[in-house]
């Protein structure tokens, strides 16, 4: 089921992309070229019995987004009927081209800002640049499960008002990083009225929302940005760069506007205003923010980030494109290092120097994967990121990303606070109805004495958020007060 799906995946990224390229055949088509060309799509659908289903179905998109768009004689007589003083000969602008149709998962109108906005359009070059420090190459683009992620938020004023909703694929790390920075906000950055209660985050109105996701947005950009600059990208309507022959079409990244701000609070304000293009169904957000981030961050100072391990932020899984390393510890301490340890190693078969997590940052990471337990390659999360500045950790459990987060601000520093606490999970599925909470005690030591008893691996009797927090709190007990475990 799983090849199936990678399979119609790969192929519905196929017909997006012959989508793409019918701009460039519409500009030699005229109405007898149209005509062949859907002659040629019926031929092949009446064969489309002995080709197979699937590709009977790719015809039939193909042929019905060309049928849809204005033929080239149409397109002529509404120019004319709008200004009969301009010539007949008069080419098509880039903007009326752009407006002939609508492919799937491209960016709805409404969310593409103008051109006269005041932003540094998208160079060929830069375009290269991006997609060579992601993908290692210029001829991958995102799949249709990152075009079609944004941030959604739950129910406004519910038990959930506080949490985005995540589907399970590469996109769901840089949601979850963004998400403990929403906790982060509601539950320590809001107005000194504000309780720092989970109670607190269930009186979350769309407003509220709003205000938490800027503020996320912004502040992971800022810390990318050296605390200096945050580039912020938007998409138009209009295409600013025609593309090299070496450079694969994706008729979104063409169409970017950088916009630079020297000031946290104008980056901010800015975000705000603009909300919609990271949070509306159809507006591509995450890829979006992971522009803006790399381009905050700069890509030469990302290739400085980088080191021997590690070429890009990208890689390809079980078809699908997933975080790397250096990109989670970009979105969690600013810098694009490889590696979860602190400070920098060396490579003793490179004879090169690995690049580590150099200083505590607000939001913290704790790692556990069975299959790397049991094979002892399981990495060491080093301090700074096992004890932020902040009770709030992005989980990485067995390849999934959740986040774990408390409410006492100064349980990292005073350890009187370690001893018996609440912690609180949230795995970004919709089918979590409910934040869990988590009682930890960190004194009693009961657990010890329980495995010590259990014979073989103790996963295969406490769960998986069972031993990823007892990577920072070794044999804490953990009561999942009611909640039958679940992750």
């Given amino acids: 089921m799983a090849t199936d799906k990678m399979d119609a995946n790969g192929e519905l990224d196929e017909i997006l992309q012959r989508v793409a390229d019918l701009q460039k055949?519409?500009?030699?088509?005229?109405?007898?070229?149209?005509?062949?060309?859907?002659?040629?799509?019926?031929?092949?659908?009446?064969?489309?019995?002995?080709?197979?289903?699937?590709?009977?179905?790719r015809c039939?998109?193909?042929?019905?987004?060309?049928?849809?768009?204005?033929?080239?004689?149409?397109?002529?007589?509404?120019?004319?009927?709008?200004?009969?003083?301009?010539?007949?000969?008069?080419?098509?602008?880039?903007?009326?081209?752009?407006?002939?149709?609508?492919?799937?998962?491209?960016?709805?109108?409404?969310?593409?800002?103008?051109?006269?906005?005041?932003?540094?359009?998208?160079?060929?070059?830069?375009?290269?640049?991006?997609?060579?420090?992601?993908?290692?190459?210029?001829?991958?683009?995102?799949?249709?499960?990152?075009?079609?992620?944004?941030?959604?938020?739950?129910?406004?004023?519910?038990e959930m008002a506080y949490a985005l909703e995540t589907e399970r694929g590469g996109a769901c790390a840089v949601q979850m990083v963004v998400q403990a920075h929403i906790i982060k906000y509601l539950l320590f950055n809001r107005s000194a009225e504000s309780d720092c209660t989970i109670q607190s985050m269930m009186t979350v109105g769309e407003m509220e929302q709003r205000k938490a996701l800027a503020a996320a947005l912004t502040d992971i950009l800022w810390a990318a940005g050296e605390e200096e600059t945050v580039t912020v990208c938007l998409v138009t309507s209009e295409r600013c760069f025609t593309p090299h022959l070496n450079y694969k079409l994706d008729s979104f990244t063409e169409r970017l506007q950088l916009f630079t701000f020297k000031k946290k609070e104008e980056a901010r304000a800015f975000i705000y205003e603009h909300i919609q293009c990271f949070r509306e169904e159809g507006s591509h957000g995450?890829?979006?923010?992971?522009?803006?981030?790399?381009?905050?961050?700069?890509?030469?100072?990302?290739?400085?980030?980088?080191?021997?391990?590690?070429?890009?932020?990208?890689?390809?899984?079980f078809g699908n494109f997933v975080c790397r390393q250096a990109l989670i510890n970009l979105l969690l301490t600013g810098r694009a290092t490889p590696h979860v340890f602190n400070g920098t190693s060396h490579c003793k078969e490179q004879d090169k120097p690995l690049y580590g997590?150099?200083?505590?940052?607000?939001?913290?990471?704790?790692?556990?994967?069975?299959?790397?337990?049991?094979?002892?390659?399981?990495?060491?999360?080093?301090?700074?990121?096992?004890?932020?500045?902040?009770?709030?950790?992005?989980?990485?459990?067995?390849?999934?990303?959740s986040v774990l987060f408390g409410t006492n601000c100064s349980l990292l520093s005073d350890w009187k606070m370690e001893h018996l606490f609440l912690l609180y999970f949230y795995n970004g599925q919709p089918t979590q109805l409910n934040t869990t909470t988590l009682s930890i005690d960190t004194h009693s030591h009961h657990w010890e004495a329980d495995s010590n008893d259990s014979q073989g691996d103790p996963e295969k009797k406490f769960p998986s958020l069972e031993m990823t927090i007892r990577t920072k709190w070794e044999g804490a007990v953990i009561d999942w007060n009611g909640t039958v475990p679940f992750f």
């Fill in 25 to 57: 055949w519409r500009d030699v088509f005229d109405s007898r070229g149209y005509a062949l060309f859907s002659l040629f799509l019926r031929l092949e659908l009446q064969q489309g019995c002995v080709k197979g289903t699937r590709f009977y179905c």
């Fill in 60 to 158: 039939h998109i193909l042929l019905e987004l060309f049928s849809t768009a204005k033929r080239p004689s149409e397109k002529k007589s509404d120019e004319d009927g709008e200004d009969s003083s301009h010539p007949a000969s008069r080419p098509p602008s880039t903007s009326a081209q752009s407006h002939q149709f609508t492919a799937p998962y491209s960016i709805p109108q409404a969310l593409a800002v103008s051109a006269s906005l005041g932003g540094q359009a998208m160079s060929p070059e830069l375009a290269v640049s991006l997609r060579t420090v992601l993908f290692g190459n210029t001829f991958h683009i995102f799949n249709y499960e990152w075009k079609k992620s944004f941030f959604k938020f739950r129910e406004p004023f519910s």
């Fill in 286 to 317: 995450i890829i979006l923010f992971l522009y803006s981030l790399i381009f905050s961050r700069t890509i030469d100072r990302i290739q400085t980030d980088l080191d021997c391990t590690t070429t890009q932020l990208l890689h390809l899984r």
């Fill in 357 to 401: 997590v150099l200083t505590r940052s607000n939001v913290g990471y704790l790692l556990w994967n069975r299959d790397q337990v049991n094979h002892a390659q399981l990495p060491l999360v080093g301090s700074m990121l096992k004890t932020p500045k902040l009770p709030i950790w992005v989980c990485n459990i067995n390849g999934t990303y």
